[in-house]
Structure formats: C-alpha cells, structure tokens
C-alpha cells in the first residue's frame, strides 16, 4: 500500500502556505518594532551599546560599597537593560520564526544576537558580584527597603535561595 503525504509547510509568512492544520496565524509584531528599519530599533540598540558600557564603568568592582538607594538604583538599571535587550531579541527571534526559511530573516537575528552578546558582555561581573555579597550586608541593606528587598530577590537568584526566601521577605519587613 503506498500513502500519498502532503510535506507540512510551517512557515506561516510563504504566499498560501498551507498545511493539514490551515493556515497557520502570522504574529503582528508591530508593538515591538515596525520593521528592521525601525527609527526605534536603531535608538534601543545605540541606548543599549552605551547603557551597557556607563553601567559597567559604574558599577563594576564597586557593588559591595553601594547603600540601599545605590544598590536599587543599580538593579533599576540592570533591569532595563534586561527589558531592552530582551524586546530588540523578541522582534528579531519571532520574525525570524515567522519563516525560518528567509535568508534575511536569520541574519537579521544573528546580527542582534551578536550586537546584544557584544553589548551586554561587560555586564558578567554583575551576577557575580551580587552573589558574592555578604547574606548580613544584605539583610542590612534590605532592613527598611521593601522594594529593594524584592527586587533584589529576583536579581539574587540563587543567591536569594542560600538565604532562604522567608529571611528576605522578614529583613525586608524589620
């Protein structure tokens, strides 16, 4: 007995692409960016290159000095940085996977990887000094400032685990 099968197309962007499931949804990436082009896009990625370069100048070796408002302020910035990075990755990766099979497509992902890994490599030393602070240097730091306190829970990361959760939150709440 031969079966006669259909190959299933996934890339939802080729003209008439159709499958055994229909057509298949193409995601509007416009609340990301508009396009490759995008006047925002090149604005994220020049914020990003010096964004990464100011944070590491001003940070780097210098976490342990840092006071509550310090430390806060320094993982506000850490966090957009985070934020950006993570949008110009998202409009390239799901445009990239709306078809996979466009040569321009993946080197338009590949270039933000590499402009994002480029960017954001300075920023290593920030982890690592987080979570080489003292768990008393940090209940103190936490004492009287909630929103460092959560913040920072998050950031911590396995950090906030050797501390246990409940002494974060009952520092924070002293």
Same mark, same amino acid.
């Given at each position: 007995?031969?079966?006669? $099968?259909?190959?299933?197309?996934?890339?939802?962007?080729?003209?008439?692409?159709?499958?055994? $499931?229909?057509?298949? +949804?193409?995601?509007?990436?416009?609340?990301?960016?508009?396009?490759?082009?995008?006047?925002?896009?090149?604005?994220?990625?020049?914020? $990003?290159?010096?964004?990464?370069?100011?944070?590491?100048?001003?940070?780097?070796?210098?976490?342990?000095?840092?006071?509550?408002?310090?430390?806060?302020?320094?993982? $506000?910035?850490?966090?957009?940085?985070?934020?950006?990075?993570?949008?110009?990755?998202?409009?390239?990766?799901?445009?990239?996977?709306?078809?996979? *099979?466009?040569?321009?497509?993946?080197?338009?992902?590949?270039?933000?990887?590499?402009?994002? *890994?480029?960017? *954001?490599? +300075?920023?290593?030393?920030?982890?690592?000094?987080?979570?080489?602070?003292?768990?008393?240097?940090?209940?103190?730091?936490?004492?009287?400032?909630?929103?460092?306190?959560?913040?920072?829970?998050?950031?911590?990361?396995?950090?906030?685990?050797?501390?246990?959760?409940?002494?974060?939150?009952?520092?924070?709440?002293?």
């Amino acid at each position: 007995m031969t079966r006669n $099968l259909t190959p299933l197309t996934y890339d939802t962007a080729e003209a008439g692409a159709k499958s055994i $499931l229909g057509t298949l +949804p193409e995601w509007d990436l416009s609340d990301l960016y508009t396009g490759e082009d995008a006047p925002e896009l090149a604005r994220d990625l020049k914020w $990003l290159e010096g964004e990464c370069a100011g944070f590491a100048t001003d940070y780097e070796g210098k976490l342990d000095k840092l006071d509550a408002t310090g430390l806060l302020e320094c993982v $506000l910035r850490n966090e957009k940085i985070s934020s950006i990075a993570g949008r110009v990755m998202s409009y390239a990766g799901l445009r990239y996977y709306q078809q996979t *099979t466009d040569a321009d497509r993946a080197k338009f992902m590949s270039d933000m990887q590499e402009q994002i *890994t480029n960017f *954001t490599t +300075p920023l290593v030393f920030f982890t690592l000094e987080l979570n080489r602070l003292e768990d008393d240097h940090l209940a103190g730091l936490f004492a009287g400032n909630t929103e460092m306190a959560m913040r920072l829970r998050i950031a911590l990361g396995e950090k906030s685990c050797h501390m246990g959760i409940d002494e974060l939150y009952v520092s924070a709440y002293r």
